[in-house]
């Protein structure tokens, strides 16, 4: 079936057949107690995969951030991250409303803060001044086309982070889309970090889940405020067999995404469209209208009619995100289709 077409996001994806079988077939206990056999086998193969101690199983990635956010912090300390960060815009302002955290905010908009700005942010200690004690990155970048941070710019900046004695935490939401994107094992990421959260229910396509992996003293603390947050689950393996699975099919295939998003991309600028390419780019395609013609919302209505469906970031900026659900004849008709309809409106 050709139609509906959702770039909205990597998170439409539905289960195939053989995951829901994973899932109807999977072991269970009481996950809370940690008697969950499935669960278990999820956070060992993500900490082995990551190569951190251990791994924490959590229901979101909004949540698995929290979580590790609070883990490393006290209320009113600082936590450093891009202004165009997925944590600042995108996470209900969890930090602060739950965690009392301050954000101290930097430019983010090549997909990585400077050095030198990290440094100009820890400032002396001062009554006046809310202490830097926590620095958080993000790959692939969202808001910022979906970039792959190269490893050596990730590098540069943990090596200074590392010099003022400044904990990591990374965002890995898609970070196998930014290792796949630079042809590197996820661990030349995510063994710099002291935490990093991955999405399951993302590009992998599980449809509810995300990992935190660190050490193990620091996923015996996050575990108790996991369940401060309402996160302790109880037979949880039935979601975890999924993002096992995810795992252990989804990950390779991420390639097609990056190719169907590629041809997207060369479809729009083709009808003369202004497309952006700045960085390693994976499963995002970002577009922006021209001042005269219609707006990103007649846009998204007017393809939305046709059974195609995208998300505006902007009043003429928007997004679309491949994913396993988004064949390359789709990708290729749904370009084509909002290419007809830009010259429509």
């Keep these: 079936m050709l139609f509906p077409i959702d770039f909205k996001s990597d998170t439409v994806t539905k ?14 206990g009481d996950d809370v107690y940690g008697e969950d056999p499935t669960v278990r086998r999820l956070e060992e193969k993500t900490a082995e995969i990551t190569g951190k101690e251990e791994a924490l199983f959590v229901a979101s990635g909004t949540m698995g951030n929290l979580t590790s956010l609070l883990t490393h912090c006290g209320r009113g300390d600082g936590v450093i991250l891009g202004a165009l960060s997925h944590i600042y815009n995108y996470e209900g302002g969890g930090m602060s409303a739950l965690g009392g955290l301050f954000p101290l905010l930097a430019d983010d908009s090549s997909g990585i803060l400077s050095p030198q700005e990290i440094t100009a942010l820890c400032l002396p200690r001062n009554v006046h001044h809310s202490p830097a004690k926590l ?57 710099l ?3 990093v959260q991955i999405c399951l229910s993302k590009g992998l396509g599980a449809p509810i889940g995300s990992m935190i992996c660190a050490s193990k003293a620091f996923i015996d603390k996050a575990r108790h405020w996991r369940k401060k947050l309402g996160g302790g689950m109880r037979q949880a393996g039935i979601v975890a ?17 990056h190719k169907h998003a590629q041809l997207i991309a060369s479809v729009l600028e083709e009808a003369g469209l202004n497309v952006e390419r ?64 830009v010259r429509k409106i």
């Design 15 to 28: 289960p195939s057949e053989e995951m829901r079988r994973a899932m109807y077939e999977a072991e269970v």
């Design 135 to 191: 620095l958080c990155l993000e790959n692939t970048h969202n808001k910022c086309g979906g970039v792959a941070v190269p490893v050596e710019s990730f590098e540069n900046v943990v090596k200074q982070a590392r010099e003022i004695h400044l904990p990591i935490h990374l965002d890995g939401a898609r970070l196998f889309n930014a290792a796949l994107a630079w042809g590197v094992d996820i661990k030349a990421f995510s063994s």
């Design 241 to 257: 067999a999924a993002g096992l699975y995810a795992l252990e099919h989804n990950i390779e295939r991420l390639a097609d995404d």
């Design 193 to 195: 970090v002291d935490s």
């Design 278 to 341: 700045k960085g390693r780019q994976t499963n995002m395609v970002f577009f922006s209208l021209p001042e005269q013609g219609p707006d990103a919302h007649s846009l998204i209505q007017s393809c939305a009619e046709r059974g195609v469906y995208f998300t505006a970031m902007g009043a003429r900026r928007l997004r679309l995100v491949t994913h396993l659900d988004v064949s390359q004849e789709q990708a290729l008709r749904g370009a084509e289709i909002i290419v007809e309809e």
